[in-house]
């Protein structure tokens, strides 16, 4: 485990360099900033090379074990293959909430630490990407896409337990083209465990994305048996539009709202007569049909910037339940937005029925990040970023957005966005850049990839920064290490009072 230095130490400063931007984009609330959480390493952040430090390790989700461990998933590179290959390893860490690092008992798969898993530890490892981490009792369950060498790519759902052990797996027949995993979804209930996963597939003429769902149940030995699955049928994805899912996020069942989950997908819907993308937000149910209550299973909707290039890529959702006065779900649906300058990000807030929640932000929309110049000249010399969303998580009425800046001629870095959406417009509280320090004060590209509500209030981070440029070892100068933080609110609020 390496603890990096990061440019402000103490817990009582921001968040290590996540430098605000100017006023008239973020006005603080009274509990923001965020700080790293001091009672966490004393306000450090985590970085892991799972004992191979020539090699690159990305952070992609986090989740929560019953026990309360915070599990990290993401792909490292096997010691031997050819990085332009883009095959890697399947790497976790779990932590406390306090940063001791929790041992796995699998030594075939701990050829580091005890507290960093790789699997398979091969250099045939044929991973690409994880898409989506959940956790019930025991069993961690992680949807990975991979690529087989002669028939291509596809998604698959690998089971661990608690030690670190492989326990189970599943994944379609290559033919039936599941190749892109967008998230799952456990939940119990009768005592059986269902596992409910959308992901991506491609038509047969590779001219157009569709959506997939697949349900399977969980044994008690962690062993996946398919029950149904399919592609998902809509008249907004049809023969001349591309619907590509890239997330899930589920309502949790309880007594007061018991019954299987409402799933809700972030889709980016494609006009393939003229390139235009937009966000697509559906509702399925456990079998895979769009709900009808739900505006028809759909809602399309884009932010159309003047001088964009109309290309809006939803990447994120999350979904609150509030059973006060009924049960109804709040839906936030988060995404890149073209802008006449770069790009931003955009929020969309949903009500359960799909309608637009016309009081949060603009008309349900908040859009920050990039600029609307449209002059070429002075978009190239303000030289805003582009910003990606890669993370969004609700606790209470606090959504944290979690994604990378980059621009044309400064690194990558780090970002985290914080947004009250039960604030008059839906304001956006934070907004801040993180970095760490090289020679000169140069930053390291930093990427933050996922985030999952935490305890005080607070969030669990997840993401990838470089080693330095100056590292006496050439060998592994830029080379990526997993990043792992907690964020807090001011601790003078960190009880949520206002």
């Not at 940063?99 to 091969?122: K, R, S």
Request: net charge neutral; charged share 15%; with cysteine.
């Amino acid at each position: 485990m390496n603890v990096p230095t990061l440019l402000l130490r103490s817990a009582l400063t921001a968040l290590a360099a996540l430098t605000p931007l100017a006023a008239a984009q973020a006005t603080p609330l009274a509990d923001d900033p965020y700080w790293l959480a001091p009672d966490f390493l004393n306000g450090e952040a985590i970085r892991e090379d799972f004992g191979r430090p020539t090699r690159d390790h990305l952070g992609r989700r986090a989740a929560r074990m019953f026990d309360n461990a915070t599990v990290v998933a993401g792909v490292g590179q096997p010691p031997n293959l050819n990085q332009t290959n883009g095959f890697y390893n399947l790497v976790m860490t779990k932590v406390t909430d306090g940063g001791a690092a929790y041992d796995w008992i699998a030594p075939d798969n701990t050829p580091a630490t005890p507290n960093q898993l790789v699997y398979p530890n091969q250099t045939s490892a044929r991973y690409t990407d994880v898409r989506g981490l959940a956790t019930h009792g025991e069993f961690i369950l992680v949807q990975v896409d991979a690529d087989d060498p002669v028939s291509g790519p596809y998604s698959t759902i690998e089971v661990f337990n608690r030690p670190g052990q492989r326990v189970g797996g599943f994944q379609l027949p290559l033919a039936q083209r599941d190749q892109r995993g967008a998230g799952l979804v456990v939940w119990e209930s009768n005592g059986v465990t269902r596992v409910f996963a959308a992901s991506t597939g491609l038509s047969a003429d590779n001219s157009r994305w569709i959506p997939r769902w697949k349900r399977l149940l969980l044994s008690g030995s962690g062993q996946l048996t398919l029950e149904a699955q399919g592609e998902i049928s809509h008249p907004n994805c049809t023969a001349s539009t591309s619907c590509q899912v890239y997330d899930l996020a589920a309502s949790r069942p309880s007594i007061l709202d018991p019954g299987n989950p409402r799933i809700y997908l972030a889709i980016t819907w494609r006009n393939l007569a003229n390139a235009n993308r937009q966000f697509m937000a559906m509702r399925v149910t456990s079998n895979g049909v769009p709900e009808p209550a739900f505006a028809g299973g759909t809602v399309i909707l884009g932010f159309d910037q003047p001088g964009s290039d109309l290309s809006d890529v939803a990447t994120r959702i999350a979904v609150r339940t509030r059973t006060q006065g009924g049960i109804q779900d709040d839906i936030l649906l988060v995404g890149r937005v073209a802008r006449a300058c770069r790009t931003g990000v955009g929020v969309v807030r949903l009500r359960h029925n799909g309608q637009l929640e016309t009081a949060f932000g603009n008309g349900g929309r908040l859009l920050f990040g990039g600029s609307d110049t449209a002059s070429a000249g002075v978009c190239a010399t303000l030289n805003p970023p582009n910003d990606q969303v890669n993370g969004a998580a609700l606790n209470g009425h606090r959504l944290a957005l979690t994604g990378t800046s980059n621009c044309v001629d400064c690194p990558g870095e780090g970002f985290l966005a914080m947004v009250d959406i039960e604030a008059a417009a839906g304001a956006l509280a934070d907004f801040r850049r993180l970095t760490y320090p090289l020679s000169g004060g140069t930053p390291i590209p930093t990427s933050l990839t996922d985030a999952i509500p935490a305890p005080d209030a607070g969030f669990w981070l997840a993401g990838h920064t470089r080693t330095p440029e100056g590292a006496i070892d050439p060998a592994i100068r830029n080379k990526m290490q997993f990043l792992m933080l907690r964020v807090a609110p001011d601790r003078l609020f960190g009880n949520g009072l206002e």
